[in-house]
């Protein structure tokens, strides 16, 4: 390996990854000095996804239906041979400049096409002249690829010969297109045809294998395993009552066994009846033929009479004895060995033996080697043909291959990787990350991992068989994604498919719906309770009803003289408790208000709080998840082997599912004839919460967190100070003292 220290790489991030760029031939004469760890993927299928098959063949070079690191270095090294440039292989097209090739076979042979097809003066050569070429071996006797079809002869027999044997062994596909026969499908049938008719001539050369003619022999042989079972089981049973007379009634199944079945609706057919003895067992007595069969085995019993009995030991016999049972088995042993050694190859025995006698002649044998060995005389030339074929689809297709497996630039780069079956349009949104899927059930076991919201849909279309897929929804909320919704797929040629969710593994989708999920249920909770009690309180009038439409049926019936009943008081203790409880709730909420606009000039920040603490929790989990969604279990369900995580967080996310919007530049006319009458309760939540607001400030709540000019007391004069009483009024309580006049001069 070199060294690849003197190779300098680029690498990008996307998805949470750094990811190779490659960027030029150079990049890809060094892939394979790239460590496999920085590869996103490590195996793709061949199959169930959106890339040409036939290219997916040519990389497949082991046909295990899977292509490998090893097959995708193998491809860029070949073309490193076929192409003067290997970056040529990063500008896709279906056609290859002449003066790009650097093999000078793989370049011979694509001049020798072109000038197959007339057109020597071409300068490319185009996938649409591959397909042409194709056209030209339709027509074509011998293309080089080994195999013979009936119009590679002239002899009428000889293609009759070719045409029987391909259908007798399946054929292989010709470059023609047509079902043909190669060497080694040659060889294999004139085998199976040789053991075929030595197994059917030995029934005539051997007399000890049929005692009777083939089909009569066929019959007993058939009639004798049809009743071997039974036939034994009573030949032993009496056997064993002629060796203890004490074991009869067990043996017979005694009269009670009947009881559990006779006061059933009785069948011949019975598997009750079917498991009884035979016939009457008795020590050393022959089984009759003709009666005292138990019925489920009369018929078994009646051909084994007809068809091996009589043809075998003879007319006239009513009764069969244990000795002639193993003689007329003994007779028919050596049919039913012959019968074992049956060949396996049933539609080369379907020919029968004078026909495979024919195919298989060594006259035939050697015209048709002879046919298949000068069509490979032309290998060289198929060679070059299959090359040239090569080299169109690598320049067409190599570089999507490399972009989804070497990196994942086409998914991160929103011009659809090879994963992506088409779009779900389903609940105002378009899901464009849709996988197809073969197994739902077994495909949502390891995808559930990925802790991304997905939704299993069948997908139907006239003409088209039943397929299943599999949408990742990644922005928009879960309310209406429930199991039975239809919606339409796109795939990726622009068909349109009925879409139907079938089944749902739910993981969170957006912060957005996590923030209104406690709100949500709330307001389900509170539904579903109206609801219950709506039903209780409907359930309790309609038995109210029928309660009263009762006693006006028997009205006549009620005497006269009943007093009424006194009407239910209310207890004045529970009217103490429904006082309390009002006053308690009235206590929490106008603590709780008193509490948050005590808040003053926070009280925003209160609010926002409030907000959190119930909000939080869901969309601190929901964010955890949103981390953690990661496209690599969603692949590997389906049989790929993603190398690393591959995130799709909250951003790429929603370039994943696109949301329902008016387009740009769009007029709304919003006069809605059939809107609902509009009730101004905003107005009135508004303007209660702008009253107590006022009230609070009256009440100087605020006055610690406003400008003084600002406060209650200062604008309303509320705070002034008053005079001092003690020097208002005199305190009376202190002694009086009057002076005394001065005296007069």
């Known amino acids: 390996m070199q060294d690849t220290a003197n190779h300098k790489w680029k690498f990008f991030r996307s998805g949470g990854v750094d990811q190779v760029m490659l960027r030029n031939g150079e990049d890809l004469a060094h892939l394979k000095d790239l460590d496999l760890k920085l590869w996103m993927a490590l195996a793709m299928p061949t199959s169930g996804i959106e890339f040409d098959p036939k290219t997916a063949a040519l990389l497949d070079a082991d046909k295990d239906g899977r292509i490998r690191p090893p097959e995708v270095i193998a491809a860029v090294e070949w073309c490193s041979t076929v192409f003067n440039d290997l970056g040529e292989l990063l500008e896709p097209d279906d056609k290859v400049a ?6 000078p076979s793989v370049l011979a042979g694509a001049k020798q096409i072109l000038s197959g097809l007339g057109k020597e003066d071409a300068s490319h050569i185009s996938l649409e002249d591959l397909q042409d070429q194709v056209k030209v071996f339709v027509n074509t006797r ?22 029987d044997i391909t259908a007798a062994t399946g054929g292989t596909a010709d470059l023609s297109g047509k079902q043909g026969l190669d060497q080694a499908q040659l060889d294999a049938f004139t085998a199976e045809a040789n053991a075929a008719i030595e197994w059917s001539s030995r029934i005539t050369l051997d007399k000890s294998i049929a005692v009777l003619p083939e089909a009569q022999m066929n019959a007993a042989h058939a009639a004798i395993q049809s009743a071997k079972v039974k036939v034994d089981d009573y030949f032993a049973r009496c056997r064993l009552l002629a060796f203890d007379p004490r074991t009869r009634d067990a043996i017979n199944r005694d009269a009670k066994a009947y009881e559990a079945i006779v006061s059933q609706n009785l069948s011949l057919s019975l598997t009750e009846v079917a498991d009884f003895p035979l016939s009457a067992i008795e020590a050393d007595k022959p089984l009759s033929l003709v009666s005292g069969i138990n019925p489920a085995w009369a018929d078994a019993i009646s051909k084994l009479a007809s068809d091996a009995v009589t043809p075998i030991l003879g007319a006239g016999k009513s009764t069969l004895s244990e000795k002639e049972w193993i003689s007329l088995q003994d007779k028919v042993g050596a049919y039913g060995a012959w019968l074992a050694s049956r060949p396996t190859a049933e539609p080369i025995l379907a020919l029968g033996t004078e026909k495979l006698k024919q195919l298989s002649a060594p006259a035939v044998y050697e015209a048709l080697v002879g046919l298949i060995q000068k069509d490979q005389a032309l290998a060289n ?11 169109v689809y690598f320049k067409k297709d190599l570089k999507e291959l490399l972009t989804n497996f070497v990196n994942f630039s086409d998914f991160y780069g929103k011009s659809g990787a090879v994963f992506q079956a088409g779009t779900l349009y389903l609940d105002a949104r378009s899901c464009h990350l849709c996988i197809n899927v073969s197994d739902a059930g077994k495909h949502a076991a390891l995808a559930g991992l990925s802790a991304a919201y997905l939704a299993y849909c069948d997908i139907t279309r006239p003409g088209e068989g039943k397929r299943t897929i599999a949408a990742v929804f990644t922005d928009g909320d879960s309310d209406r994604l429930i199991v039975g919704r239809n919606g339409v797929f796109y795939d990726r040629n622009g068909n349109d498919w009925d879409a139907t969710i079938t089944k749902i593994v739910s993981n969170p989708i957006s912060i957005r719906e996590a923030f209104l999920m406690p709100y949500k249920k709330l307001v389900r909770m509170i539904e579903e309770q109206i609801a219950k009690r709506a039903q209780e309180a409907d359930t309790a ?69 409030i907000l959190l603490l119930i909000s939080g929790p869901s969309m601190l989990l929901a964010w955890m998840k949103l981390r953690q969604r990661n496209l690599g279990p969603i692949l590997d369900a389906n049989g790929w082997a993603i190398n690393t995580k591959a995130k799709m967080n909250v951003p790429f996310g929603a370039a994943l599912t696109n949301l329902a ?62 005079a001092d009483p003690s020097a208002a009024a005199p305190d009376t309580t202190a002694p009086v003292v009057v002076a005394e006049p001065a005296p007069a001069e």
């Open 541 to 609: 009038s309609s038995g109210k009803l029928g309660d009263v439409a009762g006693k006006v049926a028997t009205a006549d019936k009620i005497k006269s003289d009943q007093p009424a009943p006194a009407p239910k008081k209310l207890d004045l203790g529970t009217i103490a408790l429904i006082g309390t409880a009002i006053g308690g709730v009235s206590a929490l909420v106008g603590g709780f208000l008193s509490a948050l606009f005590g808040l003053g000039m926070w009280l925003p920040l209160g609010i926002i709080g």
């Open 142 to 163: 011998f293309n080089g690829d080994g195999v013979i079809i009936p119009e590679s002869t002239d002899n009428a027999a000889l293609a009759q010969a070719i045409a």
């Open 381 to 391: 030339e198929y060679s070059q043909i299959t090359a040239v074929e090569k080299m």
């Open 98 to 103: 002449l003066s790009s090739i650097k093999d």
């Open 661 to 722: 919007e008016l387009p740009v530049g769009s007029e709304r006319a919003l006069t809605d004839p059939y809107a609902e009458k509009k009730r101004p309760w905003k107005l009135w939540i508004f303007l209660l919460i702008l009253i107590g607001l006022a009230w609070f400030w009256y009440d100087g709540k605020f006055d610690a967190h406003l400008p003084t000019k600002f406060t209650s007391a200062q604008v309303c004069k509320k705070a002034a100070p008053e």
